[in-house]
């Protein structure tokens, strides 16, 4: 019994002491915390340069004239099929989502938009892509990851993005952290992002895949960068081997 | 008659005997007092001593808190103030009033002249980080107003026709970042600045040449190479929290000890 009550004292003594203990380590935490962050806020080059985004150039009148002598060619060599998805040069789709989104969906919408007008991409076809509110030619997707996998399961997984019939699927995962091989290949996100939204519109317009011709060299947008660049750099633009769509009849 | 001068002699003795016991006994009271006295005086002057620097210490300190924890606009500066008049300051924090000096080579005293010396070098210690710190932050400012001023010239100028325009407030931003002041702490940051800024002013000078050209090859490189390059602008940013991170983790550290 007096056993008993000697350990239950000791028991409560190490308590107390380590109760004490505890405490004056959260005071002095809570201290240097508050330094920390009083300091923090004080830089002002984080928030200066996070307010620094590549600027949306507008083509210059020279290359846009040359764009518009493209269009007006690939208009003249449709076939009646592709006329039906091409309309005065201009290729529609519309945007939705699928599951949880969590990303910004505005962001992914007016950089998708970028990406498929860039000079350097699809709409070197001579055609242009304009999003519409519904009944575009094809639908952009931004997927949660499970609802990519859900959709077509046969086809598509959880860990990338896909195209299937008339969507164009972005899987939300690699949209926010593009792919480990990508990453490990110092690739940028932003590339990353101008790559998949390419690479799987590039489906919808007709094309496989690809695979990298020669160590060294890009990329053609049609490999799947996101899992292997096999010696490639990487590219998120089409090569001018790809510049074709059966879909479109170019 | 022989009687009566003998007698007068003996009192006559007597007095002056009896004066100098009393002078004698008058000063040594005096001297006895005087040391009393002194060591009082002396034991009060120690004791303000102490009470004094502790309280020139506790003081020192909530002057920093309060400059570190104001909401203040030119927080920044006012801690720069307080660490540079504290800097000034300490430095006679530990001495002692020349009436006691002497005193010191008693270890009842040096022991307290000692204590304050170390409790000086910590606090010195501290103040140095918290130098180290501001005067990056400094810098750092300095830095980000430049790039701000190219970024701001860069959105209000951003056709064609101007991209050379662009290049030329790149190139600015590069010759300011370069005559920004090197220290141990910043020169690192400075001259990833100045590589990186100069990398984007080289490639608007490339995007506006095949503008003029009109070369779309040249042209579509010198765009993808510009949307390569504003994301290594954060690669200044990441390296400069870091550094940030750890000057504040030195002061963190040294503040704990005062």
């Known amino acids: 019994m007096r056993l008993k009550i000697f350990a239950i004292l000791m028991t409560e003594l190490l308590l107390g002491a380590g109760l004490i203990s505890v405490n004056a380590q959260t005071v002095s935490k809570d201290t240097t915390a508050t330094i920390s962050s009083n300091f923090e806020a004080l830089q002002s080059l984080p928030g200066v340069i996070s307010s620094i985004k590549s600027p949306e150039l507008t083509n210059p009148d020279w290359l846009q004239a040359e764009l518009d002598a493209e269009i007006a060619a690939a208009i003249a060599s449709q076939s009646n099929y592709s006329v039906r998805l091409v309309n005065n040069g201009v290729v529609t789709y519309d945007v939705t989502t699928w599951g949880s989104v969590v990303a910004d969906f505005a962001e992914f919408r007016a950089l998708a938009n970028q990406t498929l007008n860039d000079s350097r991409g699809w709409s070197r076809l001579g055609v242009s892509f304009q999003e519409v509110a519904s009944g575009g030619s094809f639908t952009l997707v931004l997927s949660e990851a499970n609802e990519v996998y859900n959709f077509y399961p046969s086809v598509c997984s959880a860990d990338w993005s896909c195209q299937v019939g008339h969507y164009v699927v972005i899987n939300q995962d690699r949209w926010l952290g593009a792919s480990y091989a990508w990453n490990q290949s110092g690739g940028l996100l932003r590339d990353y992002r101008h790559m998949v939204v390419n690479h799987e519109t590039g489906h919808w317009l007709g094309h496989g895949h690809l695979y990298c011709s020669g160590p060294g060299q890009s990329a053609p947008v049609m490999q799947q960068q996101s899992i292997d660049l096999q010696g490639c750099n990487f590219n998120p633009w089409p090569l001018n081997s790809e510049i074709w769509s059966s879909k479109l009849g170019i | 008659m022989l009687i009566d001068k003998i007698k007068n002699h ?10 100098r016991t009393t002078i004698i006994l008058m000063f040594s009271l005096l001297f006895l007092a005087l040391v009393i006295g002194g060591y009082f005086l002396s034991k009060q002057i120690w004791n303000d001593y102490e009470i004094s620097l502790n309280q020139r210490f506790d003081s020192a ?36 009033n020349s009436l006691i000096k002497w005193q010191t080579i008693i270890s009842q005293y040096s022991d307290k002249v000692e204590a304050c010396e170390q409790k000086k070098e910590l606090f010195s210690g501290f103040l140095v980080d918290l130098g180290e710190l501001t005067g990056y932050l400094k810098a750092e400012q300095q830095l980000a107003t430049i790039i701000s001023l190219a970024k701001t010239k860069t959105d209000e100028n951003n056709q064609a026709d101007k991209w050379a325009e662009i290049e030329a407030f790149w190139r600015q931003a ?23 800024l100069a990398k984007m002013a080289d490639t608007w000078q490339k995007l506006s040449s095949a503008n003029l050209a009109e070369n779309r090859q040249q042209y579509e490189e010198a765009h993808t190479n510009l949307d390569q390059i504003y994301p290594l602008l954060t690669e200044i940013s990441t390296s400069s929290e870091l550094q940030v991170k750890s000057l504040i983790k030195d002061v963190n550290s040294s503040y704990e000890k005062i």
Request: proline share 0%; aromatic share 2%; net charge negative.
């Open chain 2, 61 to 96: 300190k909530s002057d920093t808190d309060e400059a570190i924890l104001s909401n203040s606009t030119d927080k920044l500066a006012n801690i720069v103030q307080v660490q540079v008049s504290l800097t000034e300051a300490i430095k006679t924090y530990c001495e002692v």
């Open chain 2, 174 to 196: 590069v010759t300011d970042a370069s005559k920004l002041t090197d220290t141990d702490q910043f020169t690192a940051i400075k001259t990833l600045a100045v590589t990186n």
């Open chain 2, 10 to 19: 003996r009192i006559a003795s007597n007095l002056r005997n009896h004066r």
